[in-house]
């Protein structure tokens, strides 16, 4: 999925495009080095709800994340509009309306279990650890839909080096808010509250691994899981848990809310694989939002040269 080397394709630091400038690949990174000396963004002064939309300063397209075969990107507003968040309702258009009033700062975001420096990270400090990557990946849901989103966040990698984890931290757990007083979702039992998601170390220090702040320049829209989130583009949408409270790295494997809910429909690897139906449906093609026709479900999401080693010798009908 490489298809530029940062030596072949020589971006320069830039600000990040609008989204009107994102019409394809091509365009993308033509724009891209045209807004090299692009006058700098706000900051981010923002607090509160007006956090969202607020653009983020300092991003740099990270063309190494550009996998080949996207030509197209979502659009914002389908991204913003075609949500998963259920702690604000099951339906995919609750949370842009139900997850408006959901207070982003103060956030803190914790740090903590088998590490040798554990931390409670303020989510503005979070921003700064390591520059800010734009970062184009493949987004595929369990349901069989997906979209392309230019992210915009950190390896998780550079907090997991700063915290230290000890020899026997063999999982990382991520804990996300649940506050009755702010997300009316959790008065249904539908999940086990609160939303736990978790990674092995391995998956958790891959490069590809995204904490991710914002998407299309901006920080991220509260029903998108605002002020951070995981991404994990090989995996199953449901891995990349939303407004997170706590980062805790253990030695057993995490009970995840979605295994709860349903061990032999959602496992803990979840990574997205077309030669594995789920309990109820294929997993062998998906829908582009925004697209008629279907295609095709790639191994691992197309990122089997980067992920496949991760899982040599497993059994990956059984760990699924
Ligand atoms: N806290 C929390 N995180 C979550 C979810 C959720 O319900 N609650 N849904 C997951 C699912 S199933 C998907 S597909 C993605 C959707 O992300 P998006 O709505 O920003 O595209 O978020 C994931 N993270
Ligand atoms: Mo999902």
């Known amino acids: 999925m490489i298809i530029r080397s940062s030596n072949a394709n020589p971006i320069q630091p830039s600000e990040i495009t609008s989204e009107a400038l994102f019409h394809g690949r091509r365009d993308w990174i033509k724009s891209t080095i045209a807004m090299g000396g692009a006058a700098l963004l706000p900051g ?8 969202q939309g607020v653009r983020l300063a300092g ?3 990270n063309p190494q994340f550009l996998a080949t075969d996207i030509d197209k990107l979502n659009k914002a507003d389908e991204f913003k509009s075609y949500c998963n968040f259920y702690e604000f309702g099951t339906d995919k258009s609750d ?29 503005d400090a979070l921003y700064k650890l390591a520059p800010l990557e734009e970062r184009v990946y493949r987004f595929r849901c369990v349901e069989a839909w997906s979209m392309v989103i ?7 990698a550079e907090l997991i080096k700063r915290v230290e984890p000890r020899g026997n931290a063999k999982y990382v757990e991520f804990v996300t808010l649940a ?13 086990d509250w609160p939303y736990v998601e978790g990674l092995r170390m391995d998956e958790a220090m891959h490069p590809l691994t995204l904490l991710t702040f914002g998407a299309y320049g901006e920080m991220l829209a509260n029903q998108n899981g605002a002020p951070v989130r995981m991404v994990v583009p090989w995996k199953y949408g449901f891995k990349s848990g939303k407004s997170i409270v706590k980062i805790r790295f253990v030695e057993k494997e995490p009970r995840t809310a979605w295994v709860k809910a349903g061990p032999s429909e959602y496992g803990f690897y979840s990574n997205v ?14 829908r582009r939002i925004g697209e008629f026709s279907k295609r095709k ?9 980067e992920v496949a080693s991760l899982y ?3 059994d990956l009908k059984k760990f699924i």
């Open 150 to 156: 230019p992210w915009v966040g950190i390896p998780l």
């Open 297 to 305: 479900t790639l191994m691992f999401n197309g990122y089997a040269n």
């Open 44 to 51: 981010l002064a923002a607090c509160g709800a007006e956090a």
């Open 95 to 123: 949370p842009p309306v139900m997850a408006k009033s959901l207070k982003t700062r103060p956030w803190t975001v914790a740090v903590e279990g088998e590490v040798n420096k554990p931390q409670v990270f303020d989510i």
């Open 59 to 61: 991003v740099k397209p």
């Open 273 to 286: 694989n077309p030669m594995v139906d789920h309990a109820r449906w294929s997993q062998a093609s998906e």
């Open 312 to 314: 040599a010798g497993m």
């Open 179 to 191: 506050d009755k007083a702010q997300m009316p979702g959790l008065r249904s039992s539908v999940l």
